[in-house]
């Protein structure tokens, strides 16, 4: 079993509509939790970290279930330029961030 | 800020020969730079951990002497990939952390290796 698992995907998705995707992580000592996304040929940039209290930035609300070892990111209202793959990622022990292999994500106008 | 540059973007060369990427931070000192590999449509997968002056920690399955890590400075680390074929074609990323700032890793644009 993978550490880190993510939905297949892709999500092809119209604008303006809500989209959620799911993570779940093996190591019940993991630390951080996070969502990165990804443009194609580009590297990861940080989109959220996620807190145990669940967090929101606009659009973006990442939520954290450690008894059932899952993050979770929702896109509200998705735009155009949310198009891109999104990474879920988990810190364990010494540092190291392991990803999950990422949800591509495709708004159609 | 927190900018990391890897040098070169791109490079193609010919199976047999080995190449070096560099990877710097430009505005702070990192701690520890991490070096990752992307296949496509796969994920990031660490490779190695790299602490300033000391040997780098590779993850399983990864070979140290092909993939030779050195972090001689805290803004500088370098992985050549020797005697490289086309199976090492893929994207190389490197990330840099800060000093007292232990979750975040600040991530260099990514440089993509074609063994022809």
């Known amino acids: 079993r993978k550490e880190v698992e993510q939905d297949p995907g892709p999500f092809n998705v119209p604008e303006g509509a809500t989209v959620a995707f799911n993570c779940t992580y093996s190591?019940?000592?993991?630390?951080?939790f996070f969502w990165y996304r990804q443009d194609c040929r580009k590297e990861p940039k940080l989109l959220m970290s996620?807190?145990?209290s669940g967090n929101e930035d606009g659009r973006f609300t990442a939520q954290l279930n450690r008894a059932s070892q899952y993050i979770s990111l929702l896109i509200r209202d998705s735009k155009l330029s949310d198009s891109a793959t999104y990474l879920c990622?988990?810190?364990?022990?010494?540092?190291?961030?392991?990803f999950g292999q990422g949800t591509e994500l495709s708004v159609k106008p | 800020g927190a900018v990391v540059s890897q040098h070169p973007s791109w490079v193609i060369c010919k199976s047999g020969t080995s190449v070096k990427i560099e990877c710097r931070s430009l505005?702070?000192?990192?701690?520890?730079m991490f070096w990752y590999r992307q296949f496509p449509k796969q994920s990031l997968m660490l490779m190695a951990t790299?602490?300033?002056?000391?040997?780098?920690?590779?993850e399983q399955g990864v070979e140290k002497d092909k993939f030779l890590i050195n972090h001689a400075s805290l803004t500088l680390s370098t992985l050549t990939v020797t005697s490289a074929h086309p199976e090492d074609s893929s994207f190389y990323i490197c990330?840099?952390?800060?000093?007292?700032?232990?979750?975040?890793?600040?991530f260099g644009p990514g440089t993509r290796l074609t063994v022809l």
């Open positions: 990622a988990v810190k364990s022990g010494g540092g190291k961030l392991i």
């Open positions: 505005d702070f000192q990192a701690t520890t």
């Open positions: 990330s840099a952390s800060k000093a007292g700032e232990g979750d975040t890793q600040y």
């Open positions: 790299s602490n300033e002056g000391s040997k780098a920690t590779y």
């Open positions: 996620v807190y145990s």
């Open positions: 190591n019940s000592a993991s630390q951080s």
